[in-house]
């Protein structure tokens, strides 16, 4: 069973940056599992914003290209998501996602707010 913490969310003025991480537990394989980071705002439905597999390919949301890098530390257990000039339509809980042959696992997510 893994587990996934997130942390860095917060609030945030538009055109600024904010880092998230995700930190797992409970898996030897860490370095095995596809992840992700999700985000659902208010009133709509949970949308992917990238992935990186476990060889480091990454594929990211149209609305975030050039603006998020989801990166992965193995030796860490930790995936990250660096946001940069963050825009008010990018306010949502994001969530990190692990996933490895079926197994699919989800952190309780974090607030991330982008308001003047």
């Known amino acids: 069973q893994v587990q996934l913490v997130e942390s860095g969310g917060g609030l945030v003025q538009p055109g600024g940056s904010l880092r998230l991480s995700c930190a797992a537990s409970?898996?030897?394989?860490?370095?095995?599992?596809?992840l992700g980071w999700y985000r659902q705002a208010p009133g709509k439905q949970r949308e992917l914003v990238a992935q990186i597999t476990s060889g480091g390919n990454t594929n990211y949301a149209d609305s975030v290209k050039g603006r998020f890098t989801i990166s992965r530390d193995n030796a860490k257990n930790t995936v990250y998501l660096q946001m940069n000039s963050l825009k008010p339509e990018d306010t949502a809980v994001y969530y990190c996602n692990a996933g490895l042959e079926g197994d699919d696992y989800w952190g309780q997510g974090t607030q991330v707010t982008v308001s003047s």
């Open positions: 409970g898996s030897m394989f860490f370095s095995m599992y596809a």
